[in-house]
């Protein structure tokens, strides 16, 4: 087998490695690593919780001294920070690595000090092999260190007319139980869940991610500018981080708001400033945020240009033009102004279909 095959093959295992803490890394990014003798595997590891070991240096330990000599293949570029963990970079260079291969550089080292050190110290350093696969792995860590703002996901369900409830409300449920399952895992992955008042009161829903792993429990985010949540509202029930923002001028006055977080935000007629919402849960290390809401907020998000990716879930029912509309979207007087959308994956799911689209420019 070629080098360039041999690089190829550890990295993707890497990859798949990293995958493994999809759900569980908060705020760190998912990273996998390996270490190789040609073609043999000595070590492997992919970092699990945030303030516990990383990938590379779960992958030594298991390598134990034929880590001396060896290529790491790493997903993403070794810390060379002190942070809750000791420098990743320290821990190499003692090990006595060869070679090193990385796939993404890490937007939020300082100047590539961590690759400065590794070749200081003699290693060989190779970077961007599955550049872009590692990055998509890790987009919202990413859009938060580089744009300095959450990865946006809008999750949304509809019949085949568009439609997303009967014109009373009743929306429960259009798609099926796989499509519904398929939902959790997405938000599992999330960093927060973001909902507006109108689903609240519409629907008192609960946005939490229900799958078999443990201690899965992504922030809960109301849009609340009047405080108008209820008291015995499953989103006030203080089992998971709840954060609710309002406008200045609102203040709670009763104890229905005692178990979660209130903050007080920019706002105007239209609502909260969405900008400010992003700005304040970037701050709070959310990475990726999923917004499920009502169509009003839904097309808030999208006209204001902060949607990055659209997750549409349609059912093989009609629910006729009584009924509720996707989006709320400004009106349109000419076809060159409307909203692009690009496919990045389509597949069945149960008896629906999901599609993750992306805006185009």
């Known amino acids: 087998m070629n080098q360039v095959t041999l690089d190829h093959m550890h990295m993707a295992h890497a990859l798949r490695l990293a995958e493994r803490g999809l759900y569980t890394t908060q705020p760190n990014p998912r990273v996998g690593c390996v270490v190789a003798h040609g073609e043999e595997v000595v070590g492997e590891g992919w970092h ?144 927060a869940i973001l909902t507006g008042i109108g689903s609240v009161l519409a629907d008192d829903p609960r946005l939490t991610a229900r799958i078999d792993e443990t201690h899965i429990a992504p922030l809960r985010v109301v849009l609340d500018r009047d405080l108008r949540t209820p008291a015995g509202a499953h989103l006030l029930d203080g089992s998971v981080p709840t954060l609710v923002f309002h406008a200045q001028g609102s203040t709670p006055q009763d104890g229905r708001f005692d178990h979660v977080e209130c903050l007080a935000s920019a706002s105007d007629a239209a609502g909260l400033e969405l900008r400010t919402v992003l700005r304040v849960l970037a701050e709070r290390g959310c990475n990726e945020v999923q917004v499920e809401a009502g169509p009003r907020l839904a097309g808030a998000w999208l006209a204001a240009g902060l949607v990055d990716e659209l997750l549409l879930y349609i059912a093989p029912v009609l629910l006729g033009d009584a009924a509720q509309p996707l989006l709320a979207l400004p009106r349109l007087d000419d076809l060159a102004a409307r909203w692009r959308m690009q496919v990045v994956e389509q597949g069945q799911v149960g008896e629906d279909w999901r599609l993750l689209l992306r805006p185009q420019a």
């Not at 919202?140 to 996901?153: A, N, Q, V």
Request: charged share 25%; glycine share 10%.
């Open 48 to 191: 699990v919780h945030a303030g516990e070991a990383h990938a590379e240096v779960l992958a030594l330990r298991a390598a134990g001294v034929r880590a001396h000599g060896a290529t790491v293949y790493v997903t993403l570029e070794p810390c060379g920070l002190q942070g809750r963990t000791p420098p990743c970079v320290d821990a190499l260079i003692a090990a006595g690595i060869a070679r090193v291969v990385i796939a993404s550089e890490d937007a939020s080292q300082h100047a590539g000090d961590a690759l400065a050190r590794l070749r200081k110290a003699g290693i060989e350093v190779e970077t961007g092999l599955m550049r872009e696969t590692a990055r998509g792995l890790n987009r919202g860590f990413f859009s938060r260190i580089e744009r300095d703002r959450p990865w946006l996901r809008l999750k949304l369900a509809m019949s085949l007319d568009g439609r997303t409830a009967l014109a009373n409300g009743a929306s429960k449920w259009i798609t099926g139980a796989a499509a519904r399952a398929d939902v959790q895992r997405w938000r599992a992955r999330s960093s």
